[in-house]
T-cell receptor, first 116, second 113 residues
Framework: AQSVTQLDSHVSVSEGTPVLLRCNYSSSYSPSLFWYVQHPNKGLQLLLKYTSAATLVKGINGFEAEFKKSETSFHLTKPSAHMSDAAEYFCVVSDPPNQAGTALIFGKGTTLSVSS | EAGVAQSPRYKIIEKRQSVAFWCNPISGHATLYWYQQILGQGPKLLIQFQNNGVVDDSQLPKDRFSAERLKGVDSTLKIQPAKLEDSAVYLC???????????FGPGTRLTVT
């Protein structure tokens, strides 16, 4: 079965410093991996996705993630944090595609705090 | 393009009462999903529709939860009777086709007292 483990429940950074949110996955298939962000009282928004093309994936708002098969990792990074990045981040793996699409399996989330 | 709409945004009920949530997906999206997000956890899939047919409801507690998508557009999720552990945010998502990108609504926060 597919699963993801987010290694940190809470990460705190200062504005302007790098962000690293860690995620390990488990999958018996070639996985599709995603990062979603959830701001308070707002819907989940897709940051980026990996679907077996380039291993370094660029997303919105300056975020990127690197797929490392040997380490079964898909860590999310950003060179310089902004106050608006404070939110909950979810690492997600997809079930194998079925006839109707794909169910997403979410990690437990990492809360990112950004201080000025 | 309008996003996924959900209502109500908040609901408070007593245990053993019933409650219903409504979702209107993005126009033209064939696939609709309901997720349950308990505080401090990631969303968990409850049920998945393709048009008006159920594709996957393996995680739906069918003794108390039901869902329908009669005309292949909007959908309702019902809980009857509610339990304290049903307190959560219920998220609806839709996708256009077999692509993986799902678009999420703002959710309905349910509190069962």
């Amino acid at each position: 079965a597919q699963s993801v483990t987010q290694l940190d429940s809470h990460v705190s950074v200062s504005e302007g410093t790098p962000v690293l949110l860690r995620c390990n996955y488990s999958s018996s298939y070639s996985p599709s991996l995603f990062w979603y962000v959830q701001h308070p009282n707002k819907g989940l928004q897709l940051l980026l996705k990996y679907t077996s093309a380039a291993t370094l994936v660029k997303g919105i708002n300056g975020f990127e993630a690197e797929f490392k098969k040997s380490e079964t990792s898909f860590h999310l990074t950003k060179p310089s944090a902004h106050m608006s990045d404070a939110a909950e981040y979810f690492c997600v793996v997809s079930d194998p595609p079925n006839q109707a699409g794909t169910a997403l399996i979410f990690g437990k989330g990492t809360t990112l705090s950004v201080s000025s | 393009e309008a996003g996924v709409a959900q209502s109500p945004r908040y609901k408070i009920i007593e245990k053993r009462q019933s409650v219903a949530f409504w979702c209107n997906p993005i126009s033209g999206h064939a696939t609709l999903y309901w997720y349950q997000q308990i505080l401090g956890q990631g969303p968990k899939l409850l049920i998945q529709f393709q048009n008006n047919g159920v594709v996957d409801d393996s995680q739906l507690p069918k003794d108390r939860f039901s869902a329908e998508r009669l005309k292949g557009v909007d959908s309702t999720l019902k809980i009857q009777p509610a339990k304290l552990e049903d307190s959560a945010v219920y998220l609806c998502a839709s996708s256009r086709d077999l692509s993986y990108e799902q678009y999420f609504g703002p959710g309905t926060r349910l509190t069962v007292t």
